[in-house]
T-cell receptor, first 111, second 117 residues
């Protein structure tokens, strides 16, 4: 079974701080990796998708990087805002058709 | 575009009852997925489909059946509900095609909260 780990499980930061969320996976032969945010009681919203051939993707204040050799991806959030408070999930796809999800990091940005 | 929609949003069942969850997408995606989300367990894949008329088992398929009679719809059935199936169920869809453009990005529905008593 493929393992995807997200540490820490919870993170609290003051508004304006830059922060990094981590995602680790056990098998480096990934097809792609996707980052999501989930607000309480809601579905998942796609943030960034990184293909295995890419090193990073950027969207606004978000930057996701991928290092297959070390089995890691990071999601960098610049100048955090209270509206960024949510749970952030990463999902890894291998060459089959299944995605494997981490259990998420719950982020709280304090005004 | 509505994206991915799920029906119903909430449901309470008694043990042994049956029900069907409906997922619909209007993005012409080939692939569709059913997940369940439980506290501390993350999202786990129940079944998925790679096209109309196809289905395949995911990580936790026992107790569930699925059908994909139309490309835009993916149904999840519980024939005899058990308390262990109390969960939040999410449907997702994705495009799969040549090249990198939009390939494999999953889009999720809002979820169905199911309680089995």
């Amino acid at each position: 079974k493929q393992e995807v780990t997200q540490i820490p499980a919870a993170l609290s930061v003051p508004e304006g701080e830059n922060l990094v969320l981590n995602c680790s996976f056990t098998d480096s032969a990934i097809y792609n990796l996707q980052w999501f945010r989930q607000d309480p009681g809601k579905g998942l919203t796609s943030l960034l998708l990184i293909q295995s051939s890419q090193r990073e993707q950027t969207s606004g204040r978000l930057n996701a990087s991928l290092d297959k050799s070390s089995g890691r991806s990071t999601l960098y959030i610049a100048a955090s805002q209270p509206g960024d408070s949510a749970t952030y999930l990463c999902a890894v796809r291998y060459t089959g058709n299944q995605f494997y999800f981490g259990t998420g990091t719950s982020l709280t940005v304090i005004p | 575009n509505a994206g991915v929609t799920q029906t119903p949003k909430f449901r309470v069942l008694k043990t042994g009852q049956s029900m069907t969850l409906l997922c619909a997408q209007d993005m012409n995606h080939e692939y569709m997925y059913w997940y369940r989300q439980d506290p501390g367990m993350g999202l786990r894949l129940i079944h998925y489909s790679v096209g109309e008329g196809t289905t395949a088992k995911g990580e936790v398929p026992d107790g569930y059946n699925v059908s994909r009679l139309k490309k835009q719809n993916f149904l999840l059935g519980l024939e005899s509900a058990a308390p262990s199936q109390t969960s939040v169920y999410f449907c997702a869809s994705s495009y799969h095609g040549p090249g990198l453009a939009g390939g494999n990005e999953q889009f999720f529905g809002p979820g169905t909260r199911l309680t089995v008593l």
